[in-house]
């Protein structure tokens, strides 16, 4: 026997003082009596499961047989009330037929706007009354389904102010306004949202291609890299392989010629040595001799004896003292030094190799000036950097050419005879400003921050060597300068410059801005620092650095773009 049978579906514990109503279920005698003493006011009685209504109210007796049952349940310990899963929690859609403690609901019905437990909600199922009711999932949000004017269910949709109303409303405020069925307008939204899914699931597929190509490029890179440095530790252990076998060579050459050289001396200091011996032997004859009284006998032995033997080494030896092999060591580090140069020459070239391997692609060049402005940076002067001769605004974005000096502190960052001054900031990335100039000339250059401060020396001019570019204006005249190179450059005057750079794409561009926004100069090359916004002015000149309210305000409705 299943213990569930037999409990009371409004207390849900098992039965107590059974009763069976005229509809045939079974209830706890106190809670069906306090379920219809609620209902007094309507004059109608109804059965909470299958909503069926009894009049006069039913007279009540205690169903013995169902009572004994209950009871013989009881003695075998069996429980009648559901496990606590099966109750509603806080985060829960509670049941609103249950009593006391409420089960979980699993149905909301649209029509009676009431969820229900799984036993609450079989007269749904078993009833043909509520065979048109629309059932959902259980929701919280039933009383959103309801207008709050009328109180009554919303089943017209006003596409006019786009929202739900009932039909009270279509009679009322919403009497002129386009309106559908609720069901018209879902089935027209889930058009549009069968179309937005696909849109979206073509989406996925396309990135989910990309992260498939973008992880391929990453095993490539991964794989690629691997090779390299297994190929780089191969060449270098040969360089190095080789480096000690010219080691190896040069010591041998060295002890080999230590050996011959010291063979060659000790040879000789044999010879003197055994010369020396025989010539203090004759010294000691010649001694003894020149004690001899007897003048015949000396004069018999001397010639024997004065007779002297060649000697067997030149009588100066010309040995030149700590320059035995110090040639070697000057030969060999001439050599080092050699290689070090080539190492530290080729260093760039290949730290430039390593930095240039680019995957990803940069950035698309902008086509029009809303593009640019896009990536619109706000540049402000470095004071320290500025010549004597120049003034600066207060808002260091601004720079005037005067005849006198306006200051007079030392600065190593100062520029101290072209009248010139680098920004604050560091430009890397995309980004883009414009200047606005007026007087004699300007120059709009970018340069690397390690370009020459002091003197008159070309390696300070902006666009007079390779660690900076320069695009000079006067009123009628444009010129580009890169290393002391002057390329001629034709465009429309205007007293705005406007600069485009894409540092990872080594891509600078220089353009005249007015009614219209026309390329004037663009370079190609590989940039390997960061680089500085600069100006260099002629006498009694003004430019700006112009923010990027500024230049939204200067656009026109016929800006082009003529590249």
């Known amino acids: 026997m299943d213990?569930?049978?037999?409990?009371?579906?409004?207390?849900?514990?098992l039965l107590k003082d059974p009763v069976t109503i005229p509809c045939g279920h079974k209830y706890c005698m106190n809670c069906i009596k306090t379920h219809w003493d609620e209902e007094d006011q309507k004059g109608s009685y109804s059965c909470p499961q299958c909503r069926k209504t009894?009049?006069?109210?039913?007279?009540?007796?205690?169903?013995?047989?169902?009572?004994?049952?209950?009871?013989?349940?009881?003695?075998?310990?069996?429980?009648?009330?559901?496990?606590?899963?099966?109750?509603?929690?806080?985060e829960d859609v509670a049941c609103d037929v249950c009593t006391g403690r409420k089960l979980k609901a699993i149905k909301s019905c649209l029509v009676c706007?009431?969820?229900?437990?799984?036993?609450?909600?079989?007269?749904h199922y078993e009833s043909s009354t509520f065979k048109k009711h629309k059932l959902v999932e259980a929701s919280t949000k039933l009383q959103q389904l309801i207008c709050a004017r009328h109180d009554e269910v919303m089943k017209i949709f006003c596409r006019t102010d786009q929202q739900s109303i009932c039909y009270l409303c279509l009679m009322d405020e919403h009497k002129c306004h386009e309106t559908v069925p609720v069901a018209a307008e879902r089935a027209?939204?889930?058009?549009?949202?069968?179309?937005?899914?696909?849109?979206?699931?073509?989406?996925?597929?396309?990135?989910?291609?990309?992260?498939?190509?973008?992880?391929q490029e990453v095993e490539a890179i991964n794989g690629s890299a691997d090779k390299a440095v297994e190929d780089n530790e191969k060449i270098f252990t040969e360089l190095i392989r080789l480096i000690q076998k010219r080691s190896s060579d040069v010591k041998q050459q060295i002890r080999s010629q230590q050996e011959t050289e010291v063979s060659r001396v000790k040879e000789l200091q044999e010879k003197l040595e055994q010369e020396i011996t025989e010539l203090k032997r004759k010294d000691g004859e010649l001694e003894q001799l020149s004690h001899t009284e007897d003048h015949n006998q000396f004069l018999h032995n001397y010639p024997s004896l004065s007779a002297l033997s060649e000697?067997?080494?030149?009588?100066?030896?010309?040995?030149?003292?700590?320059?035995?092999?110090?040639?070697v060591t000057a030969a060999v580090s001439e050599t080092r030094d050699k290689l070090q140069d080539i190492l530290t020459e080729?260093?760039?070239?290949?730290?430039?190799?390593?930095?240039?391997?680019?995957?990803?692609?940069?950035?698309?060049?902008?086509?029009?000036?809303?593009?640019?402005?896009?990536?619109?940076?706000?540049i402000t002067l470095d004071p320290n950097t500025a010549h004597p001769c120049l003034s600066l605004s207060q808002g260091k974005r601004k720079v005037t050419a005067m005849n006198q000096q306006q200051f007079s502190s030392s600065h190593p960052d100062r520029f101290t005879h072209w009248l010139q001054v680098l920004s604050r900031q560091?430009?890397?990335?995309?980004?883009?400003?414009?200047?606005?100039?007026?007087?004699?000339?300007?120059?709009?250059?970018?340069?690397?921050?390690?370009?020459?401060?002091?003197?008159?020396?070309?390696?300070c001019g902006f666009g007079w060597n390779n660690k900076s570019w320069s695009l000079c204006c006067k009123t009628n005249i444009y010129t580009f300068w890169y290393n002391k190179v002057q390329s001629p450059v034709s465009g429309p005057p205007s007293s705005r410059i406007g600069v485009y750079l894409d540092h990872?794409?080594?891509?600078?561009?220089?353009?005249?801005?007015?009614?219209?926004?026309?390329?004037?100069?663009?370079?190609?090359?590989?940039?390997?620092?960061?680089l500085y916004a600069g100006l260099l002015l002629g006498l009694e000149t003004t430019a700006e650095f112009i923010k990027e309210r500024n230049c939204c305000s200067f656009r026109s409705s016929s800006m082009k773009m003529f590249i």
Not at 70 to 78: F, R
Not at 360 to 377: I, M, N
Not at 428 to 446: F, H, I, M, P, Q
Not at 513 to 526: D, G, N, P
């Open 504 to 530: 990872r794409a080594g891509i600078l561009s220089f353009y005249s801005v007015s009614e219209t926004m026309t390329l004037l100069h663009r370079v190609q090359t590989t940039f390997t620092q960061p």
């Open 113 to 123: 706007l009431v969820s229900y437990c799984e036993k609450h909600l079989q007269p």
């Open 426 to 459: 560091s430009l890397t990335g995309c980004c883009y400003w414009e200047v606005e100039w007026r007087g004699r000339g300007v120059c709009v250059a970018v340069a690397y921050k390690n370009i020459s401060r002091a003197g008159y020396s070309d390696e």
């Open 54 to 90: 009894f009049i006069p109210r039913p007279v009540l007796e205690k169903n013995i047989m169902l009572a004994e049952i209950v009871e013989e349940l009881k003695k075998t310990g069996l429980q009648a009330a559901p496990a606590d899963h099966c109750y509603a929690g806080p």
């Open 3 to 13: 213990s569930e049978k037999f409990s009371c579906s409004i207390c849900l514990d």
């Open 311 to 327: 000697s067997t080494h030149s009588s100066s030896i010309n040995i030149r003292p700590l320059r035995y092999f110090e040639d």
């Open 346 to 378: 080729k260093w760039t070239n290949i730290s430039l190799a390593v930095t240039d391997v680019d995957v990803l692609l940069s950035e698309p060049e902008p086509k029009s000036r809303d593009d640019f402005l896009k990536y619109s940076t706000e």
């Open 188 to 215: 027209e939204k889930q058009k549009e949202l069968e179309v937005s899914r696909k849109q979206i699931q073509q989406r996925i597929q396309d990135g989910e291609k990309d992260v498939k190509l973008l992880q």
